[in-house]
């Protein structure tokens, strides 16, 4: 009773936004999902075991020993100098011009999330969001108390016609929309790329409408020949996220954000009171790496590799899964997103594919609303392919058992709560 | 004009708390200090060059080439449990018996201020801080839209009375106090530690107002024999900070908080939101110097260094500044405060001192409330000591100066604008 007295004191202490960071329920499935006997299809986690691990720590070691007090020090709030040379360079890529003046380092891509929204959402503010949309961005949408507003996608990404009629809504409504958050280049969950007519159609729309967008794109250069970014052609309206962690490794947390000039200068003020500077030590061995080692092969390694995990998914679930189940057939990147036949629920079923021994996210944690109780993500960026095949396999046989149970007891989707869940940015 | 315009239309679209983010003046300053002719005491950048980089660098080189795949992977947003124990271990030396399991590891401590900041703060909530404070803290709290009213300290830390008289009347006043900041070891900027019977004080006090204390140590350890710990007498009410910036290495941002359990899993969703997870790369450089190399020793070597810095900067300002200058004569840490005679203001003679090739921090950076004019910020933790004596020997000359233009032409003091004004954390 004392402890629990002592709880409920810390709750009336909080700020009102920590109440929008609740733990999800799902968590606890996912403390077990990284037993070697659980095939995951859950989590984003790149292969950086495909490095070459000796070279690299070579690398490592040498630019301690031989710069070690800079390294180890601590750098300016915006980032390396020469490191954001480098970038605008990895930038070049995707048809990006831009000064190294208006990139920020951050601790990845997910603390320029962060700053961006710390900087432009007040609470209630809306910002649009793909449905279904990346879960770490909702979390930190949800911590800032923003108003998530989803716009569908399909098979071409997000649908330019249901913007536009999102905004015109929210217009009419006399509601203030800050930004169009969207990842638009192998989407995190759907795996699903805009088109080239669509990206100049929504600069478009957000032109019109005087919105801004802010273009996640961590798996862009995972493409072999990289589509145009958004940002290319409209840099005034498009803060451009990216990262090291699909490209490079993910433990290095090196992300950036390229934005307008005046932005750039808030996002520098909102970065030190964060975390005063990014890592020397990071921030150098990703510019020794870029600077000294073959990464566009490595690149170009990491695409193939994914390519055969994605082949050996979506061959599995063509063979394996049972009748009305559908998913998207990405291009590139880590996931593949699937709908249930109807009646099923992929959160209820989690525990029992667990059981099964294969893992996956459901689709509520990609949505603010409590949409996709049918939807799961299902990644292929980590095992290899016979545990994915093996996974997939599993999967398939406890759809098939949940659909002779529903078919034996009756639907079970009438029966489901709706509310808002978010599993954590811990599957990212 | 459409350059301007296009600012204009950003600045509309801020969130309310962004108003708070100001650029300082003195920033372009700062900009030039990093010159070699320019003796700086102004930033507080430990001396990592101490360090044997040779041995780090094989230590960290092994570990990517042994370890890569866990390494250079995400990790849990709470950070590292083998690190967690380790951390436990280092504070147990100041008297704290914790469990790993209450620890969560940040993007240095700054980070840690940063999400006790956004959980516990909503805009107008008072937050108690040492007079003169953090710089980096008071950055943070702006940006939260904290109101941040100081309690002035004096050799012996801060002056329980006077906390106490704040807290009546601020109960008084019907305002909520949220918790009291403070850096009870080798004070960042005043160089002073607060006594063992103050601490007993303090925290007697905060019970009586129910007022969390924000412990934030990053100096503790710099002692030969470290004073206890506030969180060792008051686990549930103390949330303490720490950091390895000055016992291993600023360059690698690895800080940790140490919360009662409640407010720990509040902490580890709000980093999730704001970074995902530290870095693993940083963390388990970390966790293998602690495992392997003589880091006690290591601290001693530190310790003895700064040591005699401080000791090279009080003999030279006991025998090269003019009268009616004072100073602190810190114990340890990295800061010396000084105060100016009456009639000068150390930040209109900051470009001055830098003109004669001397730099220091402005006082006002250390006040949210305009004080601070007459002092100034002096660390001896950078440079050598024959650097240090030839800084204070300029420093020293450059108030001759301004005492002789005071006398010529009437004190200058009338004529000081008040406001606030943040240097920023890059003076760390």
């Known amino acids: 009773m004392e402890q629990h007295a002592r709880t409920d004191a810390y709750t009336d202490r909080y700020a009102a936004r920590a109440a929008g960071m609740v733990p999800s329920e799902i968590r606890a499935l996912f403390a077990v999902v990284s037993r070697p006997e659980i095939v995951s299809l859950a989590g984003g986690a790149p292969y950086v075991s495909a490095l070459p691990l000796d070279i690299v720590g070579d690398m490592i070691g040498d630019l301690v020993a031989g710069r070690g007090a800079e390294v180890l020090q601590y750098g300016s709030a915006q980032g390396d100098a020469e490191l954001r040379e480098r970038i605008c360079e990895v930038m070049a890529l995707e048809g990006i011009r831009a000064s190294a003046e208006d990139v920020v380092v951050t601790v990845g891509a997910q603390q320029a999330l962060d700053l961006i929204t710390k900087i432009f959402i007040d609470p209630g503010d809306v910002i649009l969001a793909e449905a279904p949309s990346y879960v770490g961005a909702l979390g930190t949408f949800a911590s ?91 840099p005034e309206r498009v803060i451009y996220l990216g990262s090291f962690s699909k490209t490079i490794a993910s433990g290095l947390r090196v992300g950036w954000v390229l934005a307008p000039h005046a932005v750039r200068a808030k996002l520098v003020l909102a970065a030190e009171s964060a975390t005063l500077c990014p890592s020397n030590f990071s921030q150098l061995a990703v510019r020794e790496y870029l600077n000294t080692q073959p990464w566009r092969e490595q690149i170009k390694n990491f695409r193939e590799l994914y390519r055969e995990r994605r082949d050996a998914m979506l061959d599995a679930l063509e063979t394996q899964m049972p009748g009305g189940c559908t998913w998207t057939r990405p291009a590139g990147g880590f996931f593949v997103w699937l709908t249930l036949p109807e009646g099923l629920d992929s959160k209820a079923m989690a525990p029992r594919a667990i059981a099964e021994r294969v893992a996956y996210v459901p689709g509520t944690g990609f949505y603010a609303d409590g949409s996709g109780r049918r939807q799961m993500r299902l990644s292929y960026c980590f095992p290899e392919p016979h545990r994915i095949r093996e996974g997939v396999r599993r ?32 599957v990212v």
Request: glycine share 10%; aromatic share 4%.
């Open 144 to 234: 800032y108390q923003a108003d998530v507003v989803h716009v569908p996608l399909d098979e071409g990404g997000l649908i330019p016609a249901a913007l536009r009629e999102t905004l015109d809504r929210l217009a009419r409504e006399g509601r203030r929309v800050k930004f169009l958050y969207t990842v638009p280049t192998f989407q995190n969950p759907a795996g699903v790329t805009l088109t080239a007519a669509r990206r100049s159609q929504i600069l478009e729309i957000c032109a019109e409408h005087d919105v801004l967008i802010i273009e996640d794109n961590p798996y862009g250069l995972l493409d072999g020949d990289p589509m145009r970014a958004m940002r290319a052609d409209d």
């Open 395 to 426: 999967l398939a046989g406890v759809v098939e058992q949940e659909i002779r149970l529903r078919d034996t007891f009756g639907g079970a989707g009438s029966s489901i709560p709706n509310g808002v869940e978010a599993p954590g940015p811990h």
